[in-house]
């Protein structure tokens, strides 16, 4: 047995890390995380807004749901997917990069139009408000940009008929436009009175006041959306450079990329690591950090529905939830070899930012929970509360634990590494699940049923699906997550025993 050196490269060699500076892929790495979880917590919360009334929705509800999983979400991921830098989609080929590009593009435009048109059927006057003018300017733009598409999407073959840039420039122009216009359009349906009194916390009067939550929504919009358009922007850039300087007779060497090609690895990396398997471990992983977004950003807005102070409830609730269901997740996932952000990473870089997420996560978690003991008089008479503890105890000793794990390497000669990694990796995925089951036991309370339900003909609430939803989200992530350090322990120990 040979313990790995923590200054390899994961995936690629060191030579690889001084061709593309190891600093601006970290960066890269970073941006396009927050990015995900961004777009996960801006279209949950939207998504709960529209179901806040239960089903059938009306026309309003059904316009939001659409548009916004159409435009934020599904368009979001369909720029993204020809981005070099994209986590989930820069192993694939160029070829499975301008699919994956086409069927998003389709499916995201064909709702939001879909949605867009919906809204003006429902209205008799349309286009009377920025929202809706806005709105306009992007669905038509949503339109010429996928008709223009089909050409940008066949330039490799027509490549001898049609230069490939006369059809690929107006395409991303026409495509940012209405991605832009989009948000635009959203930030001004989220300023809208229904949703920011939704969001807002009441006064001693019981009106609504406070609504910086509601324009905390819009910044992350705008903030994903900035980051997901920067590299758009930057290749029309070049390429009408190109063509410019191609047309003042200077001689610019241009082969178009074989859209065959691999674009992150060779031919040969794909014969070793099945090129299935790696696309299915990429979509799990977006999946997994999406749904994380969707619940943490959920659970954060229900803290702060009356406003600031938190009390210590709410302040729990923040603490726990960021410190498990967000921090400790990317911690763990920072140790997962087919984990987008970090595949890329040194390995001493991934322990590190395991380790520095762990510390932050589990020290937000801890005190969350212990603010809770103290606020109340009986401690630890529900499961919700019994559960907690559990996940307190193993984080403590996970994380006290992790210490012999972090210098495995180091004390190879004294301490076998696996005598150590074994029981932090138990240790950490005990407290990671009962952190689950007694986050389900605290979305199960009538408090946070009632705030997702909708209320019958009598006011009263009902229809609790909703809420049974975040849970389901929340189990999805996590089991995704556990699969690798549970897989990593088994094959440890299988390894001590023989």
């Not at 830098?85 to 990069?97: E, I, P, Q, R």
């Not at 977004?293 to 406003?307: D, E, K, M, Q, S």
């Not at 009598?458 to 909703?466: A, K, L, R, V």
Request: aromatic share 10%; glycine share 8%; charged share 10%.
């Amino acid at each position: 047995m040979v313990m790995a050196d923590p200054e390899a490269v994961v995936n690629g060699s060191k030579d690889d890390m001084g061709v593309e500076n190891y600093s601006l892929r970290i960066f890269h790495s970073t941006l396009n995380l927050l990015a995900h979880i961004l777009i996960g917590i801006v279209v949950g919360i939207c998504v709960l807004f529209a179901f806040r009334n239960g089903l059938p929705l009306n026309m309003t509800n059904m316009h939001i749901v659409l548009c916004v999983i159409g435009y934020q979400l599904l368009m979001s991921e369909a720029i993204l997917a020809l981005c070099p830098h994209n986590s989930w989609s820069s192993g694939l080929k160029l070829v499975d990069k301008k699919r994956t590009h086409t069927i998003l593009q389709i499916l995201g435009s064909t709702l939001a139009i879909v949605g867009s048109i919906l809204k003006m059927l429902d209205k008799s006057t349309n286009f009377n408000t920025l929202h809706g003018q806005f709105g306009l300017v992007a669905m038509v733009f949503t339109t010429v940009s996928l008709v223009n598409g089909l050409t940008s999407l066949y330039a490799y073959e027509l490549r001898n008929y049609i230069p490939g840039n006369f059809s690929k420039i107006p395409h991303i122009i026409f495509g940012v436009v209405a991605y832009v216009t989009s948000l635009i359009c959203l930030c001004y349906g989220l300023d809208k009175g229904f949703f920011k009194n939704w969001t807002a916390a009441p006064n001693s009067s019981g009106e609504p006041q406070h609504h910086g939550f509601a324009y905390a929504i819009m910044g992350m919009a705008a903030a994903f959306t900035f980051i997901i358009i920067v590299n758009p922007m930057i290749t029309a850039f070049n390429k009408t450079r190109r063509v410019f300087n191609l047309s003042q007779g200077r001689k610019v060497k241009m082969v178009m990329a074989d859209p065959e090609a691999v674009v992150n690895g060779s031919k040969d990396d794909m014969g070793v690591e099945n090129y299935s398997l790696r696309i299915f471990h990429s979509t799990l992983n977006l999946l997994a950090h999406i749904l994380i977004g969707i619940v943490v950003g959920i659970c954060v807005l229900f803290a702060f529905r009356n406003g600031l102070p938190l009390n210590m409830t709410n302040m729990h609730i923040v603490l726990c939830v960021i410190g498990y269901q967000l921090l400790m997740s990317e911690a763990i996932l920072a140790l997962c070899p087919h984990n987008s952000w970090s595949s890329g990473l040194k390995l001493v870089d991934k322990k590190r930012t395991h380790t520095i997420l762990q510390i932050l996560g589990s020290t937000l978690a801890i005190v969350g929970s212990i603010l809770k003991m103290l606020d109340k008089s009986t401690n630890f008479n529900t499961l919700h509360g019994q559960f907690g503890l559990v996940a307190m105890v193993f984080t403590t000793v996970s994380l006290v634990n992790g210490l012999t794990s972090l210098y495995a390497y180091e004390l190879r000669n004294y301490i076998p590494g696996n005598f150590s990694k074994i029981p932090h990796i138990i240790f950490g995925v005990v407290a990671y699940v009962t952190s689950l089951i007694c986050l389900c036991y605290g979305l199960d309370k009538g408090f946070f049923k009632n705030w997702t339900a909708a209320p019958n003909s009598s006011g009263e609430p009902q229809h609790h699906g909703f809420a049974y939803a975040i849970m389901g989200m929340a189990a999805a992530f996590t089991f995704i997550i556990i699969v690798n350090p549970m897989i990593t322990a088994f094959n440890k120990t299988r390894r001590v025993f023989k």
